[in-house]
C-alpha cells in the first residue's frame, strides 16, 4: 500500500553524526519537525535550527516551501537563517582579514536564498555592505565577494535601489572607470550599474554623470565576452532610459566612438562564437538603434512647410538636372505636375500630400532624398527607368518608395519594445553607419527588379508588395553577414524562384485533392503520427536543459529535465552551467511518475507567467512557457530556450497523457512526411510490372476510376 500523499521519506544529515531517515508528516507545523530532528541528535535550542537542501543551491525550507519535498531528498540540518544573518554581520565586521574574507565568500552564497536575505537585509546588512564598499579600502577577492552578495541581496526585490548613496554609485562607477581592475570586480560592478539604471528613474541621472560612454565602448575591445556582454547590457539601458531629447545625442556621441565598428571586429567578427546573451544584447541594441527613427516615422510632412516642399524639388531636380526651368508660371506648373507623376507621386499637383499619413510619415522622404545623393546613378535610372515605359508598366517611385519605407518599418518593428527572450540580430546592420538607408536602397533596387520580372501595372502594386516583402524576409531569415550578402541572396530569390518556393510549400494543399490520394492520406496519417509520438518521446529521453528565470539574465542559472527509458518517470535537478550533452540521470535528484501527472497547460495559463507582468517584454517568454500539473497539487514549471524545444516537449508530455499533439511543429511534420511517405508509394505504383492481359475498353483518362492495396 502506497504511503499517504501527505508523508514524505527524506534523509537529514548533520556535520559528524549519522544520517537520520525519517518520515516527514506535511501537516504537521516545520518547527515541530526541527524539534524531534534535533532531539535525535541530543541538540538543544531547536529555534535556532532550521533545515535547508543538502544538494542544488541549498536553499532554507520554509512553511510555504515544504511542498517541494520529495520523497528521498535529502535534507540538512543547519543553524536558522536569523542565526547565520546575526553571524555573519558580525564575522564581516570583524577585524581579522581572513575571518572577514570567510565571512563574504559565504555570505555570497548564502544571499541567493530568498529567506535568509529577508533576515540579512532587516538587520540592515545592505547598508553595511554598502558602507564597505564606500571606504575603498576592500580590494581583489573580497570586494568581489562583498559585491556579488550586495547584487544578489538587492535582486530580491526587498529594498529600493533609491536609497543608495552617491558615494556609492561614485565608488562602484570608478571600478568601471579604472584602466585596469579586476575582472570580477568590473564584472559585477557593470552588472550594479545596470540595475541601477534600469530599476530607478533618478540613479539613471547620476549613473549617467559618473560613467563615460567612451569608457564602456573600451571595455567591448578586451578578449573576455562576459564583459562585453555586460559593457553592451550597461550601454542598453542607459541607452533604454534616457528621456527622448537625449537619445539622439547620445547615439551621435557612440557613432563618434565609433561603437559599431567595435562590436562588428571585436564581437561579430570576433575568433569566439557568440553566446546567447551576448545575440540578445546585439538584439536589444539593434532595436534601440531602429527606433531612433520612430520620431521621423510618425512624422507627417506640412505641406506649408517651405523647407520640406524643398526636399521634394531637389529630388525633381536630381532626377531631370538639366531640363529648362524657365517659362510663365502655368508653364512651370504643369512642367512640374508631368514630373512629379514621372517620379511616381500620387498627387501629381501636391506631391506633399502623400507624405501626411503615418507611418512612415517623414521617414520615406528621408530615404528617397539618401537614395537621391548617395546612390544618384541608381536613383535616376530608376526614375528615367520606369519614365519611358507605357504607362500601364511603369513602376511609380514615389509610391513604392513610400510603401516599402512602411513595409521595412513592419519587418523590423521600429518603435517596439526589445522582446525580452529574443536574440534575433542581423549582422549586416552593423557593417554600415547608415545601415537603414542603404537596406533601404537595396530593397528599392529589389522592388523594382520584381516590378519588371512581374510585368506589373497599377492595377498590380498590392500583389507586387506582397512578393517584395516575401523576398526580403526570406532573406533576412539567412542571416547575411552583409548588404553584399543580402544582395546576393536576394538576387537568388527572383520572382519565379518565390513562385517556385510557394508551389513547393503549397504542395501538400494542392497536389493530394483527389480522393484516392485523400483516401491514402487518411491510412498513413495514424502510422505518420505514431511515428511523430516516437521521436517526441525519444527527444524527451535525451532532455533538455531549461534557464531559469531572473532578474538578472547573465547570471544565469540552469536545470535539466529528461524521461526515463521506460517512460514513466520525469527526472529533474539544478545544474551549475549548461551541460555539454546529455546529463546521467544519478545526477538529477528529482523526479515526477508520469501516472501522477493530471495536465500540461501553456503560456498564460502557467502558475509562473501569471506571477510575471504582462509587460510587452515578456511576450515571447510567455510563448515559451509551459507547466506540468501533478499530485497532489504541485507543479513542475518550464520555459523552452526556443519554439523547437516547447514544440517537443509539449508534444511529447501529450503524447505521455494520451492526449493529442497539436503544435504548429507537429502539424508541419505531418504534412512533410505524409507527403515523402505518399510520393514514394505512389512512385512505387508507377514502378508496378502489370502481367499481359486483355487489352481494356479505350476510356477517357479522366474516367478512369481505380482502387489499390497500398498497405
Not at 493530471?598 to 507567467?609: A, L, Y
Amino acid at each position: 500500500m502506497p504511503p499517504p500523499s501527505d508523508i514524505v521519506k527524506v534523509a537529514i544529515e548533520w556535520p559528524g553524526a549519522n544520517a537520520q531517515l525519517i518520515e516527514i508528516d506535511q501537516k504537521k507545523p516545520l518547527s515541530s519537525i526541527v524539534r524531534e530532528v534535533c532531539d535525535g541528535w541530543s541538540l538543544s535550542g531547536a529555534e535556532q535550527f532550521a533545515l535547508r537542501y543538502a544538494d542544488g543551491p541549498q536553499l532554507y525550507i520554509t512553511e510555504q516551501s515544504r511542498c517541494d519535498i520529495k520523497n528521498g531528498t535529502i535534507l540538512r540540518l543547519a543553524i536558522s537563517p536569523a542565526r547565520a544573518a546575526r553571524q555573519l554581520l558580525e564575522r564581516i565586521q570583524s577585524h581579522g582579514i581572513d575571518a572577514r574574507l570567510e565571512a563574504l565568500k559565504e555570505l555570497a552564497k548564502l544571499s541567493a536564498d530568498p529567506t535568509f536575505a529577508a533576515e540579512f537585509i532587516t538587520m540592515e546588512g545592505i547598508g553595511t555592505l554598502a558602507r564597505l564598499v564606500e571606504s575603498g579600502t576592500h580590494f581583489g577577492e573580497m570586494l568581489a565577494f562583498t559585491l556579488t552578495a550586495f547584487l544578489e541581496l538587492m535582486d530580491h526585490g526587498i529594498v529600493s535601489w533609491d536609497l543608495l548613496s552617491l558615494s556609492f554609485i561614485k565608488q562602484i562607477a570608478g571600478y568601471v572607470n579604472q584602466p585596469m581592475v579586476d575582472v570580477s570586480i568590473l564584472q559585477r560592478s557593470l552588472a550594479i550599474l545596470e540595475s541601477m539604471v534600469l530599476n530607478s528613474h533618478s540613479l539613471y541621472h547620476r549613473v549617467a554623470q559618473e560613467i563615460t560612454v567612451g569608457q564602456l565602448i573600451g571595455h567591448l575591445q578586451v578578449s573576455n565576452q562576459e564583459i562585453q556582454t555586460y559593457a553592451i547590457a550597461l550601454i542598453n539601458a542607459l541607452f533604454l532610459k534616457a528621456p527622448e531629447d537625449r537619445r539622439q545625442e547620445m547615439a551621435s556621441t557612440l557613432a563618434q566612438k565609433h561603437l559599431r565598428s567595435i562590436i562588428l571586429n571585436h564581437i561579430i567578427r570576433g575568433n569566439r562564437p557568440i553566446k546567447a546573451e551576448m545575440a540578445h544584447q546585439l538584439y536589444v541594441l539593434q532595436v534601440l538603434t531602429f527606433n531612433l527613427l520612430e520620431e521621423r516615422m510618425m512624422t507627417k510632412m506640412d505641406p506649408n512647410d517651405q523647407a520640406q516642399r524643398d526636399i521634394i524639388f531637389e529630388l525633381r531636380r536630381i532626377a531631370f538636372d538639366g531640363e529648362n526651368d524657365t517659362g510663365g508660371t502655368e508653364k512651370r506648373k504643369a512642367m512640374y505636375t508631368k514630373d512629379y507623376k514621372m517620379l511616381g507621386f500620387t498627387n501629381h499637383v501636391n506631391p506633399a500630400m502623400d507624405f501626411t499619413q503615418t507611418p512612415p510619415g517623414m521617414l520615406a522622404l528621408d530615404n528617397m532624398l539618401y537614395l537621391a545623393k548617395l546612390h544618384q546613378d541608381t536613383y535616376i535610372r530608376i526614375v528615367l527607368e520606369n519614365s519611358s515605359r507605357e504607362d500601364k508598366h511603369e513602376c511609380p517611385f514615389g509610391r513604392c518608395a513610400i510603401e516599402l519605407t512602411r513595409m521595412l518599418c513592419e519587418i523590423l518593428q521600429v518603435g517596439e519594445l526589445p522582446n525580452e527572450g529574443c536574440n534575433d540580430y542581423h549582422p549586416m546592420f552593423f557593417t554600415h553607419d547608415r545601415a537603414w538607408e542603404e537596406f533601404f536602397c537595396v530593397c528599392i533596387q529589389l522592388l523594382n527588379k520584381t516590378w519588371k520580372e512581374m510585368r506589373a501595372t497599377a492595377e498590380d502594386f498590392n500583389k507586387v508588395m506582397q512578393v517584395v516583402r516575401e523576398q526580403i524576409t526570406r532573406a533576412l531569415a539567412m542571416k547575411p553577414a552583409s548588404l553584399d550578402q543580402l544582395k546576393s541572396k536576394l538576387r537568388s530569390l527572383s520572382y519565379s524562384e518565390i513562385l517556385r518556393l510557394r508551389q513547393t510549400e503549397r504542395m501538400s494543399q494542392d497536389d493530394f485533392q483527389s480522393p484516392p490520394i485523400i483516401e491514402l492520406r487518411e491510412r498513413i496519417q495514424p502510422e505518420i503520427l505514431e511515428l511523430i509520438k516516437q521521436q517526441r518521446l525519444n527527444r524527451l529521453c535525451e532532455g533538455s536543459c531549461f534557464r531559469k528565470l531572473g532578474n538578472r539574465r547573465r547570471q544565469e542559472k540552469f536545470w535539466f529535465c529528461r524521461l526515463s527509458l521506460n517512460h514513466k518517470v520525469l527526472h529533474y535537478g539544478d545544474l551549475d552551467e549548461s551541460p555539454q550533452g546529455e546529463v546521467p540521470f544519478e545526477l538529477l535528484s528529482d523526479k515526477i511518475h508520469v501516472s501522477d501527472v493530471k495536465s500540461v497547460v501553456t503560456g498564460k495559463d502557467c502558475p509562473h507567467m501569471k506571477e510575471k507582468s504582462a509587460l510587452k517584454q515578456n511576450k515571447e517568454v510567455l510563448e515559451l512557457a509551459f507547466s506540468v500539473f501533478y499530485d497532489p497539487d504541485e507543479t513542475l514549471n518550464f520555459v523552452a530556450p526556443n519554439k523547437y524545444e516547447y514544440c517537443i516537449w509539449t508534444d511529447g508530455l501529450c503524447a505521455l497523457l494520451g492526449r493529442e499533439m497539436s503544435s504548429d511543429l507537429t502539424r508541419s511534420d505531418l504534412d512533410t512526411l505524409i507527403n515523402m511517405e505518399m510520393k514514394l508509394r505512389l512512385l512505387d505504383l508507377e514502378n508496378i510490372t502489370i502481367p499481359e492481359a486483355p487489352p481494356p475498353v479505350p476510356k477517357e483518362p479522366s474516367s478512369y476510376n481505380f482502387t489499390y492495396n497500398y498497405s
